[in-house]
């Protein structure tokens, strides 16, 4: 049975993950270790490339390490190494994926870069090599994307964000907000004690025929409120009256993409559907609609190197393989 060591530095996380299973039966997670560095990044209000790719310097080896005992196996066990090669910061990249291709030459195993928007995608279905057809929403802070999946490596992209990810817009108005890094969970919690109806924030593009998303101006919206607002800020009302105004974006268009292509299953990924308020609101109306949700389980929705090497895994299986002095990719698309 194929087993994977994987590597996730594309940001500011620094994970390492063995992943193992073989065609037509469960895959399983042996070892998955991830150390976080937003407590280095938060006094500066984002993440600093420098700051990230040298703290992945310093943590990479000790995880691998981690991750082989925790596992209880050996390296040379190992049948395959991953990395994330794209897209995500260069300098982060370039740590993992240099780590990863020494390991696959010492060893003398295979290499594969893995899309980091892939491994969001395939993270709902953890755990399974079949990955049936659905709908597939990854929204995280650099990307939202609604794809057509029909299997594990055959993707069509329905829309994306033409300007801000949801996640990065809630990370900005978090910051209007004089909340703290990162601005995502900390709306969230202000939210509950919220009305969500206090504002009525714009939906940009809800009824338009295409599946393309705009975050820009509701963002904007957000601080034209704020500067005219007197007196003590409602910060709750503020917080969830934004919130509701993305759910209902990503829940209709979700929904509409579904319709469109037929499918009757929709997956849902990426660290913004950790959000409890947008799972509920996922919940209810694929359920109104008929519809099946996947959603990946909370420890796979921030950045991790157990998604990367489940992609690894698929692509693995199917006798992919990738070359050793292949690049990084930056910006790289998943299709």
């Not at 590597?7 to 620094?14: F, G, H």
């Not at 994330?84 to 300098?91: I, V, W």
């Not at 957000?222 to 917080?239: E, K, S």
Request: with cysteine; proline share 5%.
């Amino acid at each position: 049975m194929p087993l994977i060591l994987a590597i996730e530095s594309s940001c500011d996380e620094t994970a390492v993950a063995l992943v193992r299973g073989e065609a037509g039966r469960a895959a399983e997670v042996l070892a998955t270790v991830v150390a976080s560095q937003i407590e280095l990044h938060r006094e500066f209000g984002g993440v600093v490339p420098e700051l990230a790719s040298r703290n992945h310097s310093l943590l990479l080896r000790p995880l691998v390490e981690q991750a082989l005992r925790q596992a209880g196996v050996a390296v040379g066990a190992v049948d395959a190494f991953a990395a994330t090669t794209g897209p995500g910061l260069a300098s982060s990249l370039l740590i993992g994926s240099t780590a990863a291709k020494a390991l696959a030459c010492a060893t003398r195993r295979p290499f594969l870069g893995i899309n980091h928007l892939e491994g969001h995608l395939l993270s709902p279905f953890v755990g399974d090599t079949q990955v049936p057809p659905h709908v597939a929403l990854i929204v995280s802070g650099g990307h939202t994307l609604l794809l057509d999946v029909a299997a594990a490596g055959h993707y069509r992209k329905l829309g994306g964000t033409r300007d801000d990810a949801a996640g990065e817009a809630f990370d900005k108005v978090g910051k209007m907000l004089g909340l703290p890094y990162p601005g995502g969970p900390e709306i969230e919690k202000l939210a509950r004690d919220g009305d969500p109806a206090a504002y009525h924030f714009p939906r940009a593009m809800l009824h338009d025929a295409h599946l393309d998303f705009s975050f820009s101006g509701l963002k904007t919206a957000v601080l034209y409120t704020l500067q005219r607002q007197v007196g003590t800020l409602p910060l709750a009302d503020l917080a969830a009256s934004f919130q509701q105004a993305v759910i209902e974006i990503l829940v209709a268009k979700t929904l509409k993409a579904a319709q469109h292509s037929g499918q009757r299953t929709v997956a849902l990924s990426g660290g913004v559907s950790l959000n409890q308020a947008l799972r509920g609101a996922f919940t209810q109306a694929c359920a109104r609609a008929g519809v099946e949700l996947v959603v990946a389980a909370p420890w796979l929705c921030t950045d991790n190197a157990a998604m990367i090497g489940f992609a690894a895994l698929l692509r693995h299986l199917a006798g992919e393989s990738s070359p050793l002095d292949g690049d990084i990719h930056p910006h790289l698309p998943l299709i």
